[in-house]
């Protein structure tokens, strides 16, 4: 993803790997370019090795193998002080005996800018932040969000290379956290940044981000835009993980150009994307997102189908939560738009649900799920 | 509507009252075993020390007598016959000697003279004591005519003193000249002075031994550190009279150090190292370390990694970061340790006494002389005031600069 070919990306992991009891790959293997001023998500459960990701490159862990660059130039050899990265903590970090002007000056003053220059430059950057008036209090003395925009602030006036944020809005709760994605991203687009950042949260990431890593067990599962990453899968972990999705169990029967006709395991026949499972006789797991499986009156017959009964209607608000249940126990949810045409079954109906073949994706089915 | 009616008041106010109360009754027992033990004995301590009715009450018409003196010359006889008589009774109730001792300590050398004068005086009988008593009184001791004799008898005599904290700040009162400093030895001060350094000099170690420990520990896992605090507290379980007889056999002449450093031939001769003020100052600082490392230990635990990180993040140096950003933030847990080890070894006593000889004597050990041998309870009692004042002007100034509400125990 370098910005002009034949240059090198502008920051690279290359075969990164990391262990820190000498036994277990915390890291296996973490290959990633990014290209200056992209918004990069390492999206993963906790534990998955993200974190560490984040650590190595500002450098407060050492590399167990590979090499990162930036610019062309391994890091490994720079001293965490020299990297010129920007990082917003999970706990801010924000230092406690500071006032916020004196939070924000610090990096300034340590690259010993013009007193002048900091002040104007500590202005600017509160104002930035919107907290113009809040200039001489102490953090003790700020609501959560607003630590957070100091934070953001102190890792951004210094103009550095990278900015690295570590589940900066982990501590939010949900409605500030809506409203700080959106600063974050407003800042990103104003300023230019390179951000690299670090979240569990699935809808966090695919509202900010340019693309996403996901990682599992120190695996990068998937690297991607958001929408491809939701629309087409790599793999089952990423279809579960972003997202909701249902799952029905089969077998490859024959394959496409584009697609694979999968039989389900009670002999129906349906037609999906070609994704990690091409192998005639192979178990897949077949993953159709709720809000895309839909019933059978609105696609008519273009679509597969497959018979199931009601359980539960849930009224969620903006849509519709339906719950049935196939022949084989295996449970779907379907997403329908609070509309006035959400329909009304009884208990135990048998209803019809289709969903076309460009919208469910064929992917792996692990053993362990195989045996059940 | 926010605003309560009246019978609602009252009844919160008299359900806060039923809570405090119960919350009272909880502490009662603590309190009067508090007042029992410890505040009653230490105010009537202190109380001692301006408080003394001794020779009020062992010769009061002297001292009424003594009320219409001049000052400028030796009493008149009246005052002389008079006392004589209160000398004459005292002798036959066998309490002249308790006379003896508090003359003595008013004026050196009393002590013998009010003792023999009291044998003279104590044969005289009926009519011959009075009128040959004051005679008597003269010619068994010429001390008795010298006039500052009579102004110290006179400043004894009051029930109200501030003279034992004269001779706890090394001053004296003289009856031309008013308070100046003492013309004989001068020791207190001195003495004072010595204990202070000795105590910022074990604080300033204990901080330099205990800070780096601290940092290690903090950065240790949970079950490391608490293995290895184990150790750290390892000598509170020991008792104290076992690690400083300890350090006796360490430091004596032919103790364990000097028999190595001999050993290695770094020296011919042993270092006297025992009964010095360095004896003391080694040993309290072993003793009072692990006073300084767990409030030191507990503030660095709390303080999370990211906070250095940041600083290094924004460019900042290790060193400087550290210095910037660190040592502020356990500068809590730091004056808590100091002021702990700092307090506790000001007041020290039982190493100073066994390890610190004559040099690394402390104030401490000067208030134990004067209430177990020299019997002057209340100069200890106004030595033992000072101390305190000392220490809560201490802790007042340290309040003014660095603020008591920085302190964090743990």
Known sequence: MADQAGDKPFLQFTNVKKTYDHKSLVVKDFNLDVAKGEFITLLGPSGSGKTTCLMMLAGFEDVTSGEILINGRPVTSIAPYQRNIGMVFQQYALFPHMTLRENLAYPLKVRKMAKDEINAKVDEYLALVELQDFGNRHPGQLSGGQRQRVALARALIFAPDIVLMDEPLGALDKKLREQMQFEIKRLHDQLGFTVIYVTHDQTEALTMSDRIAVFNNGIVQQCAAPHVLYERPANLFVAGFIGE??????????????????????????????????????????????????????????????????????????????????????????????????????????????????????LDRPQAQAAT | MSSLTTTEARQAASAQRKKRITAFMFVVPLLVFILLTFVAPIASMLWRSVHHPTVAELIPHTLEALKDWDGKAVPDQHTLQIFAVELNGLAKERLSGKLAEEFNRAYTGMSSVVKSTARKVAKLKGDDLRDKGAQTLLDANPKWQRTDLWYAIQRAG?????????????????????????????????????????????????????????????????????????????????????????????????????????????????????????????????????????????????????????????????????????????????????????????????????????????????????????????????????????????????????????????
């Not at chain 2, 290695?264 to 309290?284: D, H, I, K, R």
């Open chain 2, 158 to 410: 009051e029930k109200y003193t501030y003279d034992y904290y004269l001779t706890a700040l090394d001053l004296e009162l003289k009856p031309d000249t008013g308070i100046q400093v003492r013309e004989e030895t001068q020791i207190y001060l001195q003495l004072y002075s010595k204990t202070l350094t000795m105590a910022l000099v074990i604080t300033l170690l204990c901080a330099a031994l205990g800070y780096p420990l601290s940092y290690y520990l903090a950065g240790l896992s949970e079950n490391r550190a608490n293995l290895l605090l184990v150790l750290v507290l390892l000598p509170f379980w020991t008792s104290l009279l076992v690690r400083t007889t300890a350090w006796i056999a360490l430091l004596q002449t032919n103790g364990v150090i000097n028999s190595f450093l001999m050993g290695v031939g770094l020296t011919n001769e042993p270092f006297e190292m025992l009964y010095t003020s360095f004896a003391t100052v080694v040993a309290m600082t072993h003793i009072l370390l692990p006073f300084m490392i767990l409030p030191l230990y507990s503030v660095m635990r709390g303080i999370d990694p990211s906070y250095m990180r940041a600083a290094l993040s924004l460019g900042d140096k290790p060193i400087p970061a550290f210095a910037k950003i660190y040592l502020p933030m356990t500068l809590p847990g730091l004056s808590a340790g100091a002021l702990l080890v700092f307090i506790i070894s000001v007041g020290y006593y039982i190493t100073p006494a066994l390890v610190g000889g004559t040099d690394g004597q402390m104030i401490s050990n000067i208030i134990a002389f004067h209430m177990q041998r020299s019997n002057n309870w209340e100069l200890a009692a106004a030595l033992g005031s000072l101390l305190l004042a000392l220490i809560l002007l201490l802790y007042w100034l340290y309040d003014r600069f660095v603020g008591a509400s920085n302190i964090k125990l743990g």
């Open chain 1, 245 to 362: 999705s249902n799952t029905l169990r089969g077998t490859i029967a024959s394959v496409e150009t584009d697609t694979v006709t999968v039989r389900l395991e009670d002999g129906a026949q349906v037609s999906c994307l070609k994704a990690n499972c091409t192998e005639i006789g192979a178990p897949t797991t077949i993953s159709i997102r709720p809000e895309k499986l839909t019933f059978t009156d609105r696609l008519g017959t273009t679509g597969n189908q497959i018979k199931a009964r009601f359980v539960a209607r849930h009224y969620v608000g903006e849509y519709i939560r339906y719950q049935f249940e196939t022949a084989d126990k295996t449970e779907l949810v379907v997403k329908n738009l609070n509309d006035s045409s959400a329909p009304q079954f009884s208990a135990q109906e048998e209803v019809a649900l289709a969903w076309l073949a460009i919208d469910s994706q064929a």
